[in-house]
């Protein structure tokens, strides 16, 4: 009978009643009073008013003027999205496909997102958007996303535009039109769309689709990370840190990386670790260096994983740990990070973290060259000279050494002259050996190689 009871209230209430309780409650959450909100949302949801089951639901999302409740709030959107509320659909759909309070159901989601644009909710039509152009619950489909962005950006949503001008800057599943990028970029930017005003700074500094100036971009990214994009915020202290467009200032720099670092932005935080490790503009923080290498790793940036696993490897800013430093650097390799890649390799060869294990070596070896890097083409150059962990290929190891020659490691350039030097595998040619030796000398080997070398040119009497 309550329930009847409260249905018969609800009933009594004349709209404008209903919408005067509404902007009164509102009013209450735009100045920050929760309390007056929650109890003026809940009373106009109980009247059967879906906007204001949906703020209400907001209130409990996160918490405001009550104890967060993630399962209340996934069934006030429910029942202000049944109430015609699109704004309730919209929130109903990203919490199915972020796995709050329910499990992932992408499916779900995209249904939602499609009745909330449907209801002209410009949010729930970039939401389905996204959808529709990563295959999220719908068949990929990237002309669809961009018909909705497009959509959305016309009713001026301005995140829509960003991505809009993301598809013309591009050409995805469009004519390339750098030109319209800038001018929906622009646009998105003038709105207040940080992500808008960084693709405006990128175009600037690129000069593509608009005059470069570097000036201009630098404010753009300024713009962006006033606006909370962190990308925006990265690409300005890259400025601060080469002097683009503005007067270089390291520290700057720093403070703006650690700002993008902290509001998520994993490539920031490898910046952050550089500057701690090596003093950049502030004091050496080999603790603070591995945590902003870490954190970066965790954000699938191979060459952190890399970095976090040579502080393992030389036990700085951290006792040493040799498995931990292999395991990273498997991750590292697994993210196309070169290094990464060759350093698992020295790993396996020397069985420092891993049993030794020689093919397995010479296995990342030739993934570190293959993503140009020429230690490894050295070092794999090295196992098919001595056969070790593959049969031995002299023809093989010549022409790593030459490509790890040609990419400037001193270590190709001395290997492939010991070779010509004792014509081992080819006719012997001192003069051939001599500039190879000269040449690696030139490119800084280590104390250790350059008195290998200096003895070799001797030897030959260069």
């Known amino acids: 009978m309550a329930g009847l009871a409260l249905c018969g209230a609800a009933q009594a209430q004349s709209p404008a009643e209903i919408t005067a309780t509404f902007n009164t409650a509102k009013a209450a959450l735009d100045r920050g009073d929760f309390a007056t909100a929650l109890a003026g949302f809940q009373k106009g949801c109980d009247l059967g008013d879906g906007g204001a089951c949906t703020n209400l639901g907001f209130l409990y999302y996160n918490g405001r003027g009550t104890p967060r409740d993630v399962s209340l709030a996934m069934g006030l959107y429910l029942k202000g999205c049944n109430s015609r509320s699109m704004a309730g659909c919209s929130n109903l759909g990203r919490m199915y496909s972020e796995g709050v309070g329910t499990p992932v159901d992408l499916v779900k989601a995209a249904g939602y997102f499609q009745q909330a644009c449907t209801g002209s909710h410009m949010p729930g039509c970039a939401e389905l958007a ?33 991505n809009l001008g993301i598809a013309l800057m591009n050409g ?27 693709n405006l700074g990128a175009a600037y500094g690129t000069g593509i689709g608009v005059s470069k100036d570097q000036v201009q971009a630098a404010a753009l990214y300024k713009r962006g990370c006033d606006g909370k994009d962190m990308l925006g915020c990265g690409n300005l202290a890259d400025y601060y840190l080469n002097g683009t467009g503005v007067v270089k200032d390291v520290a700057k720099a720093n403070a703006l990386y650690r700002q993008a670092c902290e509001g998520g932005q994993a490539a920031a935080c490898v910046a952050v670790g550089n500057s701690a490790e090596f003093g950049r503009g502030q004091a050496i923080d080999l603790p603070a260096a591995a945590a902003a290498y870490r954190k970066a790793c965790e954000g699938s940036i191979g060459r952190a994983c890399t970095n976090l696993g040579i502080m393992f490897s030389q036990g700085r800013g951290m006792a040493r740990d040799d498995a931990k430093a292999a395991e990273v650097y498997r991750k590292a390799c697994s993210l196309k990070d070169s290094w990464g890649c060759t350093n698992l390799g020295v790993a396996y060869v020397t069985g420092k973290g891993v049993a030794v294990d020689a093919a397995s070596g010479a296995s990342f070896y030739k993934q570190g060259c293959e993503l140009d890097d020429m230690l490894g083409c050295n070092n794999l150059g090295m196992m098919y000279d001595d056969g070790n962990g593959v049969p031995v290929d002299r023809a093989k190891a010549m022409e790593l050494y030459r490509k790890a020659c040609d990419g400037n490691n001193p270590n190709g350039c001395a290997n492939l002259g010991a070779i010509y030097e004792s014509g081992r595998g080819v006719a012997a040619n001192k003069a051939t050996a001599l500039n190879l030796y000269k040449k690696a000398m030139q490119l800084k080997p280590s104390d250790a190689q350059r008195q290998r070398i200096e003895a070799a040119i001797a030897r030959i009497g260069g």
């Open 130 to 162: 996204f959808a529709y152009a990563n295959g999220r619950g719908v068949p990929t489909d990237r002309a669809r996303a961009v018909a909705l962005y497009r959509q959305a950006c016309d009713r001026d949503l301005a995140h829509a535009c960003a």
């Open 172 to 198: 995805i599943a469009v004519q390339k039109d750098p030109a319209g990028a800038v001018a929906i970029y622009r646009k998105g930017c003038d709105m207040g769309s940080g992500a808008s005003c960084t």
